[in-house]
């Protein structure tokens, strides 16, 4: 005997279960964020010194003259106090996220946002897009996704927005082609193809801002070996190695846009492992200083989301199908 087809969740069901385990996710990562504001060396003047005061550096006016002049004397007077600060906030955050009831989890998502923000732009600068120069003035930077482009703060912004939309737009979402919340994943690939393209990242010296920098910031000396050979490469054949760079992105973006999700979820794990380590060092967590995994875990649970969306589909159409009317 053939199973019930109406048997098994609903559509609704699915986006409640997808939302939950986001949920399970972001308050995961606040916890983590808020454990790693615990390292020793946070508590030192090393934070604002080589965490904080890079990223105030390339603000563009007039924000760069509030965090240099205001905001970072007072972080250097008090960096024990505004560390053990975001440490609560962070923690609080995630535990609030993980187990409150309805009506305060709607709050902890907007303190989220809000916190997120400042996050994306005094912690990291807007992703990155500009760089300070010697002589004091602002120029367009190297943000690549190698190196955590768009900026995990925007990310956390982004599944904070998702998570206060009712279960109702989600179900609206899914019935357009290219959907903002349901197809994140290639649309931010988008946006990454275009920073990879960015003339700068065809030169050495722009090169040199992905894997040696991150050789120089964020990867063991025991463990440089393993990035070293890639760093020398991309800086002597800058050009080839922005063409290696880029393909993987658009064909990401193809298999997407063309309905391999299953094939561009597992290619889109196997590239975020590499561009985590390599062009990232797991986001400087080796480092004693490092405030968050960086982008990959969170593209990857967007790219989860976009794979989830045919499940949905499927869903969707069952019940559609069950529900037309029949003549005989």
Known sequence: MGGNPTSG????????LLKHRLRLFLGGLWLLDGLLQMQPQMFTSNFPAQVLLPSFQSLPQPLRAFALGTLYPYIQL??????TLALLVQVALGAIILVAPKRLYGVSLVTSIVWSTLIWVFGQAFGSIFAFTGGGTLMLGTPSIYTGFPGSGL???YLSLILLLPDKVWENH?????????????????GALIAQLNPNLFTASGQATIFQSNLDTNIPQALAW????????SMASPFLANILEVI??????????????????????????????FGMGLGGLLTGLGTDPNTPPLLLAISYLTLEKQVFEKRVLVENTMSAPRYN
């Open 155 to 157: 990310l956390y912004i």
């Open 248 to 277: 993987p992105i658009i064909s990401l973006i193809a298999l997407w846009l063309t309905g391999h999700r299953r094939t561009a979820f597992i290619l889109s794990c196997v590239y975020l492992a590499f561009a985590w380590w």
């Open 174 to 190: 899914s019935r357009k082609s290219l959907s903002p919340l349901w197809d994140f994943a290639p649309l931010l690939l988008t």
């Open 226 to 233: 393993s990035v070293a050979s890639l760093a020398g490469y």
């Open 78 to 83: 008090h960096e024990q106090v505004f560390n």
């Open 9 to 16: 969740p609903t559509a609704l069901d699915i986006i409640g």
